[in-house]
């Protein structure tokens, strides 16, 4: 319970963790409420399947409240929680072994005939372009995958990305870069 008198919304995002590390259980759920959009929406995006993304989601928040006593309070709140985020859903894609799907076919297609029959065709389909860009996301490596939607989606500047991903500042510049340019291939019949 918090303390008589503190309304835990007008408190800041570390004033709220110093609570909870207290114990404090209306703390915690704060910080879910604060955050359980803007982690599912990541989520998401990454794994594309909303059962999936609201386990992932639990599992983000449980590990955040077994590893609040580690969080270090100068940095952002949102970075450490969405680092936790970006990191459930690279180790569930990698579980799974999901191979990204090539734009150019499949990498297992043996002949050109295979090739073809295991190429995106994006512009045979009758998606709108924002499916058709979110369907293109999916696509990315999942490391290109979060650097874009955290730059893109989420708006984080790149010293954030860096810091949530633990990453240099000069790889997640690259990161972007090379998903911009993928990204630019795979819709480029949007621009006609």
């Known amino acids: 319970m918090a303390k ?26 704060e910080l879910v409420r604060r955050y359980e959009r803007p982690i599912f929406s990541l989520i998401y ?13 639990q599992e983000t ?7 609040i006593e580690s969080y270090r309070p100068e940095y952002k709140f949102s ?19 999901l191979d ?3 734009l150019d076919g499949s990498p297992h297609a043996l002949t050109p005939e295979a090739i073809q029959a295991s190429a995106l065709q994006l512009g045979d389909r ?11 996301i999916s696509t990315l490596r999942p490391e290109y995958r979060a650097c874009i939607l955290l730059r893109h989606v989420e708006g984080r500047p790149y010293e954030e990305i860096a810091t949530m ?6 790889t997640v510049k690259t990161y972007i870069h090379r998903a911009r340019g993928e990204l630019r291939q795979a819709l480029a019949h949007l621009r006609q």
Request: charged share 30%.
């Open 4 to 29: 008589p008198g503190i309304d835990l919304a007008t408190l800041s995002d570390q004033d709220v963790v110093l609570q909870a590390r207290d114990g404090r259980q209306a703390a915690y759920r």
């Open 45 to 57: 995006r990454m794994v594309r399947n909303r059962e999936q993304a609201e386990d992932l989601s």
């Open 61 to 67: 928040f449980v590990k955040a409240l077994n590893a």
């Open 79 to 97: 970075s450490w929680i969405f680092k936790i985020a970006n990191n459930v859903s690279i180790d569930h894609l990698r579980r799974r072994e």
């Open 100 to 102: 990204t799907l090539s």
């Open 126 to 136: 009758q998606e709108t372009a924002l499916e058709e860009l979110e369907q293109a």
């Open 165 to 170: 991903l633990d990453l240099p500042l000069g």
